[in-house]
């Protein structure tokens, strides 16, 4: 039963990747067709880190009521038609209008399915279940470049992955009984959710807080702006730039993947320090003058890097924070790490227009000391 829910649970992970990539490869497309600046995807983009924000902050609450299988049936059944509405929209007040349920409902999804792999799951479990997402996430825009090549365009990609999202929906329906079966559907309504005030008055829970807010905003900022320092900067050409940001997400992936089986001999902390490090050596690479193969390598180093870092601090919430609900705790770090998603990309725009885009590697090692420091005082203040 265990490992056929577990299976479910992976699936539910890919497929919560799966549209999270498909904005960026079908925006160049999209926003010509509906007529607004290539810009405006950042406001489509909010609007969903605001949903996700929400209803990660209320996830406690919807499971204590509802239990974990049906807030992700529901939220799985939530972003799937949501999607197929950005399928149907032909503008962009439509597309501001489908992003709203598509944030609340992926929200809901992630907070609660990590707060369930980290409270019944070994801490390689979690690392493969955020490698499912990586892979949700490469495959989002072959689908969508699969449409567009195929004589199709963007509306078919988004209605393809609706369809996966709807057919993932009647699994999870068709498996509640699985979820049935394990003591948590008991646990998970008993106590009482925290209030944001309540939480944050935990010990470390603002440590934690910071900790996750610069784990995101150190990934996103370098999805986003690496391609456009490698070739403003390094002067390297725009294809082998791009190939190169792409092999950041890879290195998170394929780092996940290869993460669930060193947690076998370290544990979380270890784990997130040894990924602070191996990121503490890819950012020393960006910034060396010597070589940009050595600039090169240091982008995927620093996708390594990552891998564990994530996973690894959301595993050890429920044992650090023994005590406490871990599903409220787990909401607000999923809501801190939207938020570092959500402003931390864009205000490095605005450095990149008062300054230069040179202060990429600058940027990234001052969001980076500021996680070692997080993560360091949690580990006191929790220990």
Known sequence: MTDSLLIIIYLAFISLGLPDSLLGSAWPVMHQQIQVPISASGIIFMIISVGTVISSLNSDRLIRRFGTAKVTAVST???????FGFSLSGS??????????????????????????????????????????GVGAMTGPFI???????????????????LLQLTLT????????????????????????????EVLLIPGVKEMMITFFCYCAMEQTSGLWASSWLVNVKGIDAPTAARFASL???????GRALSGFITLKLNDT????????????????????????????????????????????????????????????IGVQMASAYVGNTLMPPFFG??????????FPVYLIVILLLMVLGHERLVRKTH
Request: proline share 3%; aromatic share 10%; hydrophobic share 50%.
């Open 77 to 83: 059944l939530t972003t799937a038609l949501a999607l």
């Open 92 to 133: 962009f007040a439509s597309l501001c209008l489908m992003a709203v349920p598509y944030g609340l409902g992926a929200g809901a999804i992630d907070a609660a399915l990590n707060n369930y792999v980290a409270v019944h799951y070994a801490s390689r479990h979690m690392s493969w279940l955020h490698c499912m997402w």
């Open 144 to 162: 969508m470049a699969a449409a567009l090549n195929n004589g199709s365009n963007w509306h078919a990609g988004y209605r393809r992955v609706s």
């Open 170 to 197: 009647l699994v999870l329906f068709a498996t509640l009984s699985l979820w049935k079966n394990t003591r948590n559907s008991e646990e998970e309504k008993k106590g009482r959710s925290l209030s944001l005030k």
């Open 248 to 254: 950041f997400y890879i290195g998170i992936t394929a």
């Open 270 to 329: 270890q784990m997130v320090r040894l990924g602070l490090m191996i990121i503490t050596l890819g950012s020393i690479l960006l910034i060396q003058n010597f070589s940009d193969a050595l600039c090169l390598a240091g982008l995927v180093i620093i996708g390594l890097g990552c891998a564990p870092v994530y996973p690894s601090l959301i595993h050890s919430t429920p044992s650090r924070f023994a005590g406490s609900p871990s599903q409220s705790i």
């Open 350 to 359: 605005l450095l990149v227009r008062l300054f230069d885009v040179s202060l």
